[in-house]
T-cell receptor, first 109, second 116 residues
Framework: GEDVEQSLFLSVREGDSSVINCTYT??????LYWYKQEPGAGLQLLTY?????DMKQDQRLTVLLNKKDKHLSLRIADTQTGDSAIYFC?????????FGKGTSLLVTP | NAGVTQTPKFQVLKTGQSMTLQCAQD?????MYWYRQDPGMGLRLIYY???????DKGEVPNGYNVSRLNKREFSLRLESAAPSQTSVYFC???????????????FGDGTRLSIL
């Protein structure tokens, strides 16, 4: 599939907010996804947003969608050390997910 | 509630050996997928099965075969392993795609495969 773009690294201090950005390519995706991968583990579905929504909030997570610019962001409020992981955004291409390369989030005390 | 189960978790092979990676899901999902994850490359789709009895190639199918054994199980086979196939392999499943609406995929914990 065509590229889903993400920045590769983000470092924040514990307690600050983290914002991970993504640009996607497939405007026909019904949903857009954020997955989290902890070291040595599989991908965990973190949240997803329906393509006709602008924003979705789920506890500390806020997803913003700008369909015009094909821009998706994930905001984590009050970031904790346990949030350190790789975060992938994904759209759909045909029948399967099309992933970005992932953003490594490092949370420092 | 196991979700998606992959076996084995780790495997080391010699070049030219064959092996089958197993995947089973207990969520009654129609669709199943195999991805590989390489450093700096994200996840790439190898094969998928939209429903029982069907399989289709993804982005990187060369060197692999798949079998959708039944609704629960979807296996990935390397007939003659090559060092370039050293990777982490993930299986995933989802509800069927209906009316163009895509469904979330649920992933197993992965198989870490090294080819020497």
């Amino acid at each position: 599939g065509e590229d889903v773009e993400q920045s590769l690294f983000l470092s924040v201090r514990e307690g600050d907010s983290s914002v991970i950005n993504c640009t996607y390519t497939d405007s026909s995706s019904t949903y857009l996804y954020w997955y989290k991968q902890e070291p040595g583990a599989g991908l965990q579905l973190l949240t997803y947003i329906f393509s006709n929504m602008d924003m979705k909030q789920d506890q500390r997570l806020t997803v913003l969608l700008n369909k015009k610019d094909k821009h998706l962001s994930l905001r984590i409020a009050d970031t904790q050390t346990g949030d350190s992981a790789i975060y992938f955004c994904a759209d759909y291409s045909g029948y399967a997910l099309n992933f970005g390369k992932g953003t490594s989030l490092l949370v420092t005390p | 509630n196991a979700g998606v189960t992959q076996t084995p978790k780790f495997q080391v092979l010699k070049t030219g050996q064959s092996m089958t990676l197993q995947c089973a899901q207990d969520m009654n999902h129609n669709s199943m997928y195999w991805y590989r994850q390489d450093p700096g490359m994200g996840l790439r789709l190898i094969y998928y099965s939209a429903s029982e009895g069907t399989t289709d190639k993804g982005e990187v199918p060369n060197g692999y075969n798949v079998s959708r054994l039944n609704k629960r199980e979807f296996s990935l086979r390397l007939e003659s392993a090559a060092p370039s196939q050293t990777s982490v392999y993930f299986c995933a499943s989802s509800e069927a795609q209906v009316n163009g609406g895509n469904q979330p995929q649920h992933f197993g914990d992965g198989t870490r495969l090294s080819i020497l």
